[in-house]
């Protein structure tokens, strides 16, 4: 990317995660009512330390770090960098405020526009473009992290009129027919990727066939009147340990009411749309109304094939296929390269994006992973056959 497109998408992105916190009271930006969701006042610090720990300190002549103690504080899991607090204590964290969090924000920003002004070392464009999309990513996760804040909060508030987020449609109907072949996977153009789609590689596919269509809140409604959630038979066993744990007996932020089915979203609580692609499910679920079905989940490599004739991208979609690596895949040398293959171990794969998805941050090779018993996320179902 040339430094001059470069710096106008550092602006463009930055001011985008501030406008999806501009809705926020201050009192919105600190809590962390469980350990996977991030206060987001972390997320504009860390997404803002990635710029500072990796481009100015070692690009920028004579930069001095802002804070010393926002390393141990706003470092994520980059063990190469030192040491930080714990997930868990991210909501912990009150001081530094809010306030001195988008001081913070401000003052790296200067310095990158500075240095991004004069900047032609390849090396350091690369690390720019890839702090962009990190900071994308934690935009998506800025959304569904308030999405549970203020979902979890027992008056169920708007967090801005009209944001409802999970009433999409499906626009078509039907199966789509893929020929038994070999194929080519994996990213292999021109622009940007994460290492993790690198090592373009051809799979052999058996003829299958794949819904057009997401699963909606009607279909998964009749899963649930079925019993689905109380026969043992549809569940992988670590999924049903997982109800039964946890009581589960529907998508997250369902709730019944008098009889009605509501959920929570951005734009308060709402009677279930019938007629919306189902969210918040995790691959658990995903898996067992798959069962009921007498169908499946699509392969990755099913997904991606496919994913030419399909209309994608409201909803992150699960598949039959757990978070590996690609032939030949290495990490990149450092703390860049704790970005992605350390969590190649008890993850799976979601394919295509999310109504959460930051503009231009979404590719048919992303390969987007998450634990099975996560639901958080803008998460659908797929079925194929």
């Given at each position: 990317?040339?430094?001059?497109?470069?710096?106008e998408a550092?602006?463009?992105v930055?001011?985008?995660?501030?406008?999806i916190?501009?809705?926020?009271?201050?009192?919105?930006?600190?809590?962390?009512?469980?350990?996977?969701?991030?206060p987001?006042?972390w997320?504009?610090?860390?997404?803002?330390?990635?710029?500072?720990?990796f481009?100015?300190?070692?690009?920028?002549?004579?930069?001095q770090?802002?804070?010393?103690d926002?390393n141990?504080?706003?470092?994520?899991?980059?063990?190469?960098?030192?040491?930080r607090?714990?997930?868990?204590d991210?909501?912990?964290?009150?001081?530094?405020?809010?306030?001195?969090?988008?001081?913070?924000?401000?003052?790296?920003?200067?310095c990158?526009d500075?240095?991004?002004?004069?900047l032609?070392?390849?090396?350091?464009?690369?690390?720019?473009?890839?702090?962009?999309?990190?900071?994308?990513?934690?935009?998506?996760?800025?959304v569904t992290?308030i999405k549970?804040?203020?979902?979890?909060?027992?008056?169920?508030?708007?967090y801005?009129?009209?944001h409802?987020?999970?009433?999409?449609?499906?626009?078509?109907?039907g199966?789509?027919?893929i020929?038994?072949?070999?194929?080519?996977?994996?990213?292999a153009?021109d622009?940007?990727?994460?290492?993790?789609?690198?090592?373009a590689?051809k799979?052999?596919l058996?003829e299958?066939e794949?819904?057009?269509?997401?699963?909606?809140?009607?279909e998964?409604?009749e899963f649930?009147e079925a019993?689905?959630?109380?026969d043992?038979?549809l569940w992988?066993?670590?999924?049903?340990?997982?109800v039964n744990?946890?009581?589960?007996?529907?998508?997250m932020?369902w709730?019944?009411?008098?009889?009605?089915?509501?959920?929570?979203?951005?734009?308060?609580?709402?009677?279930?749309?019938?007629?919306?692609?189902?969210?918040?499910?995790?691959?658990?679920?995903?898996?067992?109304?798959?069962?009921w079905?007498?169908m499946r989940?699509?392969?990755?490599?099913?997904?991606?094939i496919?994913?030419?004739?399909?209309?994608?991208?409201?909803?992150?979609?699960?598949?039959n296929?757990?978070?590996?690596?690609y032939?030949?895949?290495?990490?990149?040398?450092?703390?860049?390269?704790?970005?992605?293959?350390?969590f190649?171990?008890?993850?799976?794969?979601?394919?295509?994006?999310s109504?959460g998805?930051?503009p231009?941050?979404?590719?048919?090779t992303y390969?987007?992973?998450f634990h099975a018993?996560?639901?958080?996320?803008?998460?659908?179902?797929?079925?194929?056959?």
């Amino acid at each position: 990317m040339k430094t001059s497109s470069i710096r106008e998408a550092y602006n463009s992105v930055r001011k985008y995660s501030e406008l999806i916190c501009a809705p926020l009271e201050t009192e919105d930006y600190v809590p962390q009512p469980v350990p996977f969701v991030s206060p987001p006042k972390w997320h504009l610090a860390h997404s803002t330390w990635f710029f500072e720990t990796f481009i100015l300190k070692n690009f920028l002549p004579n930069y001095q770090v802002y804070d010393p103690d926002f390393n141990y504080l706003f470092n994520s899991y980059y063990n190469n960098v030192g040491e930080r607090t714990l997930r868990t204590d991210r909501g912990n964290v009150t001081r530094p405020t809010t306030k001195a969090v988008y001081a913070y924000r401000q003052h790296v920003d200067r310095c990158m526009d500075e240095l991004l002004e004069k900047l032609d070392d390849p090396q350091a464009l690369t690390l720019v473009e890839l702090g962009l999309h990190h900071e994308q990513q934690h935009q998506e996760l800025l959304v569904t992290d308030i999405k549970y804040i203020l979902g979890h909060n027992p008056l169920f508030p708007v967090y801005k009129s009209g944001h409802n987020l999970v009433d999409s449609t499906n626009t078509e109907s039907g199966f789509l027919k893929i020929q038994e072949g070999v194929y080519d996977v994996g990213f292999a153009s021109d622009g940007f990727c994460f290492d993790n789609e690198l090592g373009a590689h051809k799979v052999y596919l058996h003829e299958f066939e794949i819904s057009k269509a997401l699963v909606t809140n009607e279909e998964y409604l009749e899963f649930m009147e079925a019993g689905g959630y109380q026969d043992f038979n549809l569940w992988l066993d670590e999924g049903w340990s997982w109800v039964n744990e946890h009581a589960v007996n529907s998508p997250m932020y369902w709730h019944k009411i008098n009889g009605v089915w509501h959920y929570y979203t951005l734009d308060g609580l709402q009677k279930v749309n019938p007629n919306a692609m189902l969210s918040h499910i995790s691959f658990f679920e995903a898996s067992a109304f798959a069962q009921w079905k007498q169908m499946r989940l699509p392969t990755e490599f099913e997904w991606e094939i496919a994913a030419v004739n399909l209309d994608w991208g409201k909803r992150w979609e699960w598949t039959n296929s757990a978070y590996l690596p690609y032939p030949g895949f290495t990490k990149a040398p450092g703390a860049v390269g704790e970005y992605n293959g350390k969590f190649m171990i008890n993850q799976m794969i979601l394919r295509g994006a999310s109504v959460g998805t930051s503009p231009g941050h979404s590719r048919k090779t992303y390969r987007n992973f998450f634990h099975a018993r996560e639901r958080w996320q803008f998460t659908g179902i797929r079925l194929a056959k």
